[in-house]
């Protein structure tokens, strides 16, 4: 017991000299002494006495105590020391591992620091101090490498920026470029239909000019022995008288005219106005008889003329009292009156051969179009004598219409309605 008490003695005093004036790198060892040789190696101090009073038991239990805290207080600095010892060793391993190794690279005289650490904690801060050195360096390193490519990479961008400014550019030059065809496509199709209508017309005139080569005939014996043949029905073959009409009182129309076709021969001609498409029409639509219109006006006729055989037709007709007549190889078939008294024919108007008007020269209709042959068409602006009919009739009198002659050069014909010579008095002669 009183070794045991010896050695506890001992290591307060060596615990309690280590707290007033630690002195670093320093270990404390305890070892348990004989009873032998308490005297001579390891004396006990004098522990103080409180007046002198104290039992020898009382002072042991005393010197019992003390040696308890001693020993707590001495578990209590060991255990942080190897905390602190274990941190720095933590550290020191993450340290040595982002320097990339280098420890373990210096050669077979390099010390594992994880498995002997430093007896001296001065010489394991000093080596922390190196180690954090050189991963500063490091880091410094790595900040003005990216640095220098950070300013490297204004290269790229400054391209970048051409580039979308030349794309730009190009875009527009496009949208230009896509503009301008458009236009030139407009330009083309407003070409294209003036080019259209001039063929057309050119190609009927060489339709006519080699209809005419064909017949063998360079010219017509007369200039008004010639016909317009319009073989088919439909709405774009017709002629055109060139010339057109004053204002009229009174009028007388004659023609010759050689139809076969059933039922109706249509319309042998038509005269429109603006604002009224039937000034004068004469037509046979249909199972109709056929009909004179005069301002849309109608009067039936008794003629019959669909037998294929040239006819004389002529029509007269006065404002007064609107009466009018009509008449057919110079006899008069027909008389009537009220058909648009009082009602002048206005000028300016087309007068179309062959097709039925329902605007100013157009919008012809197939079923209302003439298929035959006509000729000497005249118009007069007063009222024939029965006399001057019968002649024309009889062809005996050539007379040609004072306000509209019948022509070569006064009649065009298109869409394929053709003009051939033709003597009506010679051909009426063998129709009998």
């Known amino acids: 017991m009183l070794a045991l008490l010896t050695a506890g003695v001992a290591l307060a005093v060596a615990a309690g000299g280590a707290q007033d004036s630690p002195i670093p790198g320093s270990r404390f060892v305890c070892t348990a002494l004989p009873h032998e040789a308490t005297g001579a190696g390891c004396p006990l101090p004098a522990m103080p006495m409180q007046g002198g009073t104290l039992s020898p038991e009382e002072e042991l239990r005393a010197a019992v105590l003390q040696l308890r805290e001693t020993v707590v207080q001495q578990k209590e600095t060991l255990g942080a020391q190897r905390e602190a010892i274990r941190e720095l060793t933590g550290k020191l391993a993450r340290c040595e591992g982002m320097a990339g190794g280098k420890a373990r690279g210096s050669g077979a005289t390099g010390k594992d620091t994880m498995g002997d650490l430093p007896r001296d904690p001065g010489h394991v801060v000093e080596q922390l101090s190196r180690s954090l050195q050189t991963l500063k360096d490091r880091l410094e390193s790595l900040e003005l490498q990216l640095r220098t490519n950070v300013s490297n990479a204004g290269l790229p961008s400054d391209f970048r920026e051409v580039l979308q400014r030349r794309l730009g550019e190009l875009e527009r030059q496009l949208l230009r470029k896509v503009a301008e065809l458009e236009d030139e496509k407009s330009l083309l199709h407003n070409e294209t239909s003036a080019h259209r209508q001039k063929t057309e017309s050119t190609l009927n005139a060489l339709l006519q000019r080699v209809t005419e080569l064909e017949r063998g005939n360079s010219a017509f014996k007369s200039p008004d022995a010639f016909k317009v043949s319009l073989p088919l029905r439909t709405n774009y073959l017709y002629g055109k008288i060139k010339k057109t009409l004053p204002e009229l009182y009174a009028f007388t129309i004659c023609l010759w005219l050689r139809s076969s076709a059933s039922p109706g021969i249509g319309t042998p001609f038509s005269y429109a106005v603006p604002g009224q498409a039937n000034e004068i029409v004469l037509i046979e639509w249909g199972n109709n008889p056929i009909e004179l219109l005069i301002n849309d006006k109608v009067a039936q006729l008794p003629l019959f003329v669909s037998d294929g055989k040239w006819h004389h037709i002529c029509i007269t007709w006065t404002t007064r009292d609107g009466m009018w007549e009509a008449f057919q190889d110079g006899e008069k078939l027909g008389t009537g009156e009220n058909l648009a008294p009082w009602h002048p024919i206005k000028p300016g108007g087309v007068l179309i051969l ?79």
């Open 354 to 432: 062959g097709q039925e008007q329902d605007t100013v020269g157009g919008r012809f209709d197939a079923t209302q179009a003439f298929v035959g042959e006509l000729s000497q068409f005249n118009i007069w602006d007063r009222v024939l004598r029965a006399q001057e009919i019968i002649n024309m009739a009889n062809c005996s009198t050539n007379m040609p219409g004072n306000i509209i002659p019948w022509v070569d050069n006064n009649v065009d014909v298109f869409g394929g309605a053709s003009k051939w010579p033709v003597e009506t008095c010679e051909e009426r002669l063998l129709d009998l």
